[in-house]
């Protein structure tokens, strides 16, 4: 479970209680089904003609298994399996296929596939594994995308609420007692855009930004991975291996040799 994002989830949520709790002591008079139907409504509506239905469904799946999910991005832990990878690759192609089963990543467990049959060579590896980076940038950037035009749709439909409960307020014009119904029927009319800022400014903008944030972290390790699995390929130096993985991560951060980090080996002397 990623708990950074359900702080996030629960902040906006707290942050909105509280303005609505200090705006009026009946909350009950923010549901207002004329301006609910016409944001979600509209929304769903203007998503479903914008994407194929079917993919508009899947971002609740993008959300829970992305953005929800726990998927922490160990570039260390990456790194420090490479290097073992690469010291089994000095034994043999068996010795390092052995290990293929106790790596979790996906994409390293297809790199590792790749560089254990032997066939193809350091170019065809590299070509291979970087058209599959691309693949998946492109996917996961498209999911972020999604949810970043979903959100333009809420205040637009915010807005066309507000104004049909402005036209419907402009008819009790001229009507007996017309100065006590305008205000209620104005404050009520606002509902509508009140519902499409929060939608699209708590909900689908900040899912845009964590989904591509984490892209190009998940993006970042991939590209490790395939220059790793090209040095193995080369088999390359133990040393000049682990400096040359570094070089994706911050000094702070760095492995100084196998599964330590410069903060720890700081810590230890």
């Known amino acids: 479970m990623n708990f950074s994002s359900l702080i996030g989830l629960a902040l906006g949520v707290g942050v909105m209680w509280s303005a609505l709790t200090h705006t009026t002591d009946n909350l009950s008079f923010f549901l207002d089904a004329h301006g609910i139907l016409i944001v979600v409504g509209g929304t769903l509506a203007a998503a479903s003609i914008s994407f194929p239905v079917v993919k508009v469904f899947m971002l609740f799946k993008v959300f829970f298994l992305r953005v929800l999910g726990k998927n922490r991005v160990d570039f260390q832990g990456t790194i420090s399996q490479l290097l073992e990878l690469n010291k089994k690759a000095s034994i043999g192609l068996t010795a390092m296929q052995e290990m293929t089963p106790q790596l979790k990543h996906e994409f390293l467990k297809e790199a590792v596939i790749l560089v254990s049959t032997g066939v193809l060579t350091e170019r065809e590896i590299r070509a291979v594994l970087d058209l599959r980076v691309k ?10 995308n999604m949810f970043r035009t979903i959100g333009k749709f809420p ?5 066309l609420a507000t104004t049909l409960g402005m036209i419907a307020v402009l008819q009790k014009i001229g009507q007996p007692d017309s100065q006590k119904l305008i205000g209620p029927a104005m404050s009520i009319g606002l509902i509508g855009t009140l519902y499409g800022i929060a939608l699209a400014n708590l909900v689908f903008l900040p899912i845009a930004e964590n989904l591509t944030e984490r892209t190009h972290e998940e993006i970042s390790l991939r590209r490790l991975i395939v220059e790793g699995a090209v040095l193995i390929k080369q088999q390359t130096n133990p040393v000049a291996m682990r400096e040359s993985l570094n070089s994706f991560l911050l000094p702070k951060d760095r492995i100084q040799r196998r599964g330590t980090s410069t903060s720890a080996n700081q810590a230890a002397a």
Do not use: M, S
């Not at 998946?136 to 972020?144: G, M, N, T």
């Open 155 to 159: 205040p637009a439909f915010g807005l």
């Open 135 to 144: 693949t998946i940038e492109k996917r996961y950037l498209h999911e972020a």
